[in-house]
């Protein structure tokens, strides 16, 4: 199984999958349990007293101190004080990892102490009493001072934000700032490492702040104005003249920090929300919740507003929400017809330096719409064939929209271009290929984090998770290696490899669940294999989670054999793995770490969808016609029959009335209408049809087919193939970016290629 050749064997065997094999009753079914709680009872209520007791007596004992890879309730009390001291923004684990001990660290120096990131008695003693207050002591620093104010005492704009040490997102905006005022050229990863440092202390000297490499208001508002001077030109000797926004540091999610983006939810966000569906930017409801739409409508808003633009509300942005000379969004023409089609308004072309004359709109609605071939072959705008139009008012919209530009006069770049073909209907643009990935890898999934990141999993030919983000650069090489001993399996010693299939991220992207294949090491004598039954007993294998700020391993479930595909459920509280040799879908309790429940489902479950909405979870049985329907409120099963031959992956459109299977047995992609399980249509894309994705809007469904080396790009309202590309060899998972219209293509035959749709 270790050879690439091991690939197209156990690909193929898939394809052979069929009902033609029994469907074994469930009491003929051998459903291994998980049995190592009634063994570990006794050494469970030793671990309960012992936390009784030092919850009791104290923690004083220098004997006693914690360090890295320590996982016991003193380290989850350490974590709850270091969270309340303002030091640590991760969830309470109980296990002391890299970004536990960069917390002890940092409060270490903050407080005098020897930064070792060991906790004993003296640290403790400090954070007990530092963990009262709301907000932690700063490292002190020294005023921003300029030539024209050389005695300006210290301000609330030269608070620390952020500095060496820090691993988050906000340190990933500070450098994508610097990368494109031109300071940084390393890798966008979200370590505020020696490079980061250099990079910022090199900006502040050129904008005349005091280069000590910490990124204050100060710092940020300067790096926010989207004016700051090239790294190559000459520094000068007086600061831009900021001056930073009042702002109230009670309303933001972090005491350090005066930044918001997505994933915050609190009175701040709601109070942006309200401001910008104001302005024009959002047109979703106000919720409080910093989610993918208001993200895209503050990217808009920093465009319109000459800001540097990361979707992450920073001093400058909300200087600007705040004030009263808000641009607003271009506007749009607004139907009669609610129902009709309404072209999205972060399409509408947009071109501060050139203005397109507006002669009468009359006359180019008339022009588009008698002869839409001709303006297609004379200026480029749209594919050779007429949009196809759902209802009369459509076409209305479609020419209104349109005719605000005037297709008589040339177009001068191809920026302009592009943004007029986006008023085209999305399913009528044309694929284009942006990027190809390559280097050590062999995915068998991509995944978007729905946060800018993507991880491609590389199973056991590489045995490692890459991670990218949305410029295309590698962040991060994660080894899928683990002692899992650390995380509570006392019985397996030392260091294991896993093999990556899938991933699935929390509704925040704050953690990446990853299936393993198998396990590699001592103890694993079993291994299942893509032909298997539980009678076999197979090895069982694990679930990774991944913390995508430190983009490191924090813990491990131990779930059935041969797990493929994972899913978390939208309340966060589960996460759904279908098990291909032990033929049952795990639940995990994400609260606690473990598996909590067995379902067993019939032979080889794989794709998992799942409807927020009821609270359902549909599994594509590959070894059937059919798609079980899990209702997670109590587990009980509910079956949509005779869908198809050999059901592999599932898609659920964002209405929850449709639901898309890949039947692996018939070569065909199946639309399912919801609730009732209705079999609606059946359609053929191309050889093999594996991995799909719908985009945000559920308009397009996007297929790899593995057999043609091709992917096929379906128009969802009358399951039309409108576009089909040659990819690399075997195209296997895929995956949508929503804010950059992106589709991510794995190939297993070792790269991943990225296209503009």
Request: net charge positive; glycine share 6%.
């Amino acid at each position: 199984m270790d050879t690439l050749a091991y690939l197209h064997l156990a690909e193929n065997y898939e394809t052979s999958v069929n009902s033609e094999q029994e469907n074994l009753a469930d009491s003929d079914l051998c459903y291994p349990e998980l049995n190592w709680l009634p063994e570990k009872r006794g050494a469970l209520m030793l671990f309960i007293s012992c936390a009784f007791g030092i919850s009791s007596f104290g923690w004083t004992n220098p004997a006693q101190a914690l360090k890295k890879g320590e996982k016991n309730p003193q380290v989850a009390s350490l974590q709850q004080k270091l969270q309340a001291a303002g030091y640590f923004k991760q969830a309470v684990t109980g296990y002391f990892g890299s970004v536990t001990e960069a917390a002890v660290i940092k409060f270490q120096k903050a407080n005098g102490l020897k930064a070792d990131g060991v906790v004993g008695s003296q640290t403790l003693t400090a954070l007990e009493s530092a963990s009262g207050t709301s907000t932690p002591p700063l490292i002190p620093t020294k005023p921003s001072v300029t030539k024209t104010t050389p005695k300006k005492s210290p301000t609330p704009s030269s608070s620390v934000v952020l500095q060496r040490g820090d691993l988050s997102y906000e340190v990933m905006s500070i450098q994508r700032k610097l990368e494109v005022a031109g300071y940084f050229d390393q890798p966008i990863t979200g370590d505020f490492n020696a490079a980061t440092e250099a990079a910022v202390i090199k900006f502040q000297k050129a904008h005349g702040l005091v280069g000590n490499g910490i990124v204050d208001n100060r710092t940020l508002t300067a790096m926010e104005l989207g004016k700051t001077q090239q790294a190559a030109a000459p520094s000068q000797s007086t600061t831009p003249a900021v001056v930073n926004p009042p702002v109230s540091s009670s309303k933001l999610r972090s005491p350090h920090t005066s930044l918001l983006r997505r994933g915050d939810v609190s009175a701040e966000v709601k109070f942006i929300q309200q401001q910008l569906q104001t302005s024009g930017y959002l047109e979703q409801s106000i919720t409080g919740s910093f989610d993918t739409a208001t993200e895209i409508a503050v990217l808009k808003f920093q465009k319109a507003h000459g800001l540097i633009a990361d979707g992450i509300v920073g001093p400058k942005t909300l200087a600007i929400i705040k004030s009263k000379s808000i641009k607003s969004a271009s506007p749009t023409s607004q139907p009669a017809n609610q129902n009709s089609v309404v072209p999205d308004k972060s399409k509408q072309l947009k071109n501060s330096t050139q203005k397109p004359t507006k002669p009468s709109p009359k006359a180019n609605a008339i022009k588009f719409a008698s002869n839409p071939t001709q303006a297609t072959k004379e200026n480029s705008l749209v594919p050779n064939q007429p949009p196809q139009l759902e209802n009369p008012n459509q076409e209305k919209i479609l020419v209104a929209s349109v005719s605000e530009y005037d297709f008589t006069q040339p177009l001068e770049n191809s920026a302009q271009k592009d943004n007029i073909q986006k008023t085209a209907p999305s399913h009528s643009r044309k694929m284009t290929l942006k990027k190809t990935i390559a280097g050590k890898i062999s995915p068998k999934s991509v995944v978007h984090s729905g946060n800018g990141l993507f991880f491609a999993q590389n199973m056991m030919y590489n045995h490692t998770i890459t991670v990218y983000n949305r410029e295309h650069k590698l962040v991060k090489v994660i080894p899928d290696k683990v002692d899992l001993s650390k995380f509570g399996y006392a019985k397996f010693k030392g260091n294991y490899q896993g093999a990556p299939v899938e991933a699935s991220f929390s509704q925040d992207g704050k953690y990446a669940w990853i299936s393993n294949y198998q396990m590699y090491g001592a103890g694993f004598n079993n291994p299942g294999s893509d032909k298997c039954n539980p009678s076999q007993k197979t090895d069982k294998s694990f679930l990774y989670r991944i913390n995508t700020d430190s983009l490191e391993i924090d813990h491990v479930v131990q779930v059935g054999s041969v797990p493929k595909f994972v899913a978390t459920a939208n309340d966060e509280g589960l996460v759904l793995v279908s098990n291909w040799c032990s033929w049952d879908l795990s639940v995990v309790d994400t609260a606690k770490n473990k598996e909590i429940k067995k379902i067993p489902l019939g032979p080889y479950p794989r794709g998992i969808a799942i409807d927020a909405a009821t609270n359902q979870a549909y599994v594509a049985v590959m070894g059937s016609y059919d798609i079980a329907k899990v209702d997670l409120t109590n587990f009980s099963v509910k079956w949509l029959k005779n869908i198809g031959n050999a059901p592999r992956h599932l898609n659920i459109d964002p209405t929850g009335n449709y639901l898309y299977a890949s039947l692996n047995g018939e070569g065909k992609i199946a639309k399912i209408q919801l609730p009732q399980g209705k079999l609606v249509d059946k359609i053929s894309t191309g050889n093999a049809p594996r991995s799909m994705v719908l985009s945000d809007d559920g308009q397009r469904l996007y297929v790899v087919n593995y057999g043609d080396n091709t992917i096929s790009k379906i128009r969802t309202n009358d399951m039309k193939v409108v576009q089909k590309i040659t990819v690399g060899a075997n195209p296997i998972g895929i995956t949508y970016d929503p804010q950059t219209r992106e589709v991510w293509v794995a190939c297993y035959s070792g790269n991943i290629m990225v296209f503009q749709d």
